[in-house]
């Protein structure tokens, strides 16, 4: 698939008022998703070269870390299940939901994830300490993006 490609389909999302496109052919997965503003936002695509050839395929590339293991490797990333708005609280002026130093469980809301106007509490799926906010409060994030470090 080429740009060209790509380009109509948003042109067709954009006259048919769709907010999610997503197809899967030859290896190759694609989903845009109308984000901030209402320009859509490419969520993923196809995988690595390296990952291709693997038995288990796209899924594979996903889960493999791309920063280097000596700097991972004491800690388990939060990372962001979706396109969308950063927050760290539930309002302007409310505590942060978790700081460094929080101890954190599976069902500890770490943060908020704003997306389409609803506002997605994210847990933190994970027990640890928090290590470091990694996102910025008020700034958008992608799928996958590391908002926070565990350790």
Excluded: H, W
């Excluded at 708005?85 to 978790?98: G, I, N």
């Amino acid at each position: 698939m080429d740009l060209k490609d790509i380009k109509a389909i948003i042109d067709l999302m954009k006259k048919n008022d769709l907010s999610v496109f997503e197809m899967e052919k030859d290896g190759f997965r694609l989903k845009l998703q109308k984000g901030l503003g209402d320009q859509p936002i490419v969520v993923s695509a196809a995988p690595p070269a390296a990952a291709v050839s693997s038995a288990s395929g796209p899924a594979s590339a996903a889960a493999a870390p791309a920063a280097p293991a000596a700097e991972t490797s004491n800690f388990t990333d939060i990372s962001s299940p979706m396109v969308g708005t950063f927050y760290r609280a539930a309002s302007p002026d409310a505590p942060p939901f978790v700081d460094v130093g929080t101890k954190v469980t599976e069902d500890t809301v770490v943060c908020i994830i704003e997306a389409m106007k609803v506002m997605n509490e994210i847990k933190a799926e994970t027990s640890g300490v928090i290590a470091e906010v990694v996102a910025e409060n008020g700034k958008p994030v992608q799928f996958g993006q590391p908002l926070f470090k565990v350790r």
